[in-house]
């Protein structure tokens, strides 16, 4: 494919979707905007002069040939129907992440990019953070040896505010849970650092929001990785009145290196024998919403990684497959704690 500038429409006009217009303002061309809610669908129109409606058939259908890429930024729940119609239609898409909430919308999402012939891209910006570039590197190097274990550190806020504020997040049906919403990057990287796994064991609760949320606030689990590596993940969305950790400690045979800060974008410590991390460069702020924040805001390298798989025939960053991964990995922690 040879665009030269390639073509983007957006599903769901809400607070990320703010975000995904301004880089695409600056990296591509924003057509058309889509949001149940009309005065949403127009504010992120305006962002780049695109044009907004308010139902997904008739932005689909006739945004043809004036569109390549949608971008799905609905509540999760909703992410396999706007991508499988909008793949249908001929597009291809970025959905954000999770990629889905079962792991069977995820297996129709993958199936019909196939059948369309068309590229299907996952959002996990936590990949790009500099600090976790270099661990990744070091680990696929052989730098750290055999993976011994691991400790996932999840601590975030979000108070009743939050999930007051939303008609969606806090649902079952179209949130999904916490490690859907909050902590699927951080799943993500644990697939993507240390492997696929085995076996969970553990415990869920909801402590201090019984009444705005229908699942957990609060996990502890002991993972069993497919290569023989052992782990803990300790989340929650309790942390006392803000953010405070987001920290991932791997323990190679070589060396250990834990990636800490709010949010994955510190490297707080290393000792690996005979190699050093060095000269990272400075990582993104983190996505700010006002009230709260999120992960980093690494979402110019994806737009990047896109429009360089469409138009040079580049690597996909996280594809359809490697987004079932985490939602696999979640179904399978939930399935046993829940
Ligand atoms: N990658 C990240 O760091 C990151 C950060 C925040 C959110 N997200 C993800 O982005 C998605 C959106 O989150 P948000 O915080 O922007 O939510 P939001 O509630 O602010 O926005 C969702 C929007 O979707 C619209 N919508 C609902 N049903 C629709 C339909 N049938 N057709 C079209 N539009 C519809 C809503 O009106 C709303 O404007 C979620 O999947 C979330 O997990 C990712």
Known sequence: MNLQKVRFGII???????????????????????????????????????????????????????????????PNGLHAEHTIAALKQGYHVLCEK?????????????????????????????????????LKKAIDEGHLGRIFSVQL?????RNDQYYQTSDWKGKKKMDGGTLFTQFSHFIDLLYWLIGDIKSVKGF????????????????????????????????????????????????????????????????????????RIDHLPRGAVANDYGTYQGSMSNHDKVYKNL??????????????????KTVEIIDKIYSKTR
């Open 204 to 275: 869920t609760r909801n402590f201090a929001h019984q009444d705005t949320i229908e699942f957990e606030d609060t996990g502890v689990m002991a993972l069993k990785f497919d290569n023989g590596a052992i782990g803990t993940l300790n989340y929650t969305v309790n942390s006392h009145q803000k953010n405070m950790e987001g920290s991932i400690t791997v323990f190679g045979e070589k060396g250990t290196v834990k990636i800490g800060g709010q949010y994955l974008n510190e490297l707080e410590y290393q000792n690996i024998r005979n190699y």
């Open 307 to 324: 429009i360089s798989v469409l138009t040079r025939e580049g690597v996909i960053a996280t594809n359809g497959f490697e987004g079932l």
């Open 12 to 74: 769901g006009c809400g607070r990320i979707a703010e975000r995904h217009a301004r880089h695409i303002i600056n990296q591509g061309q924003l057509t058309a905007t889509c949001d149940i809610d009309s005065v949403r669908a127009k504010a992120i129109a305006t962002i780049g002069e695109a044009t907004a409606w308010s139902d997904i058939n008739t932005f689909l259908s006739e945004n043809k040939g004036k569109m390549d890429v949608v971008s799905v930024c609905s």
């Open 153 to 157: 550190s999840c601590f975030w806020n």
């Open 98 to 134: 999770p990629m889905a909430i079962s792991v069977e919308e995820c297996g129709r999402m993958i199936n019909e990019a196939e059948h369309a012939n068309r590229r299907l891209f996952i959002v996990k910006q936590n990949r790009f953070n500099p600090p976790v570039e270099a």
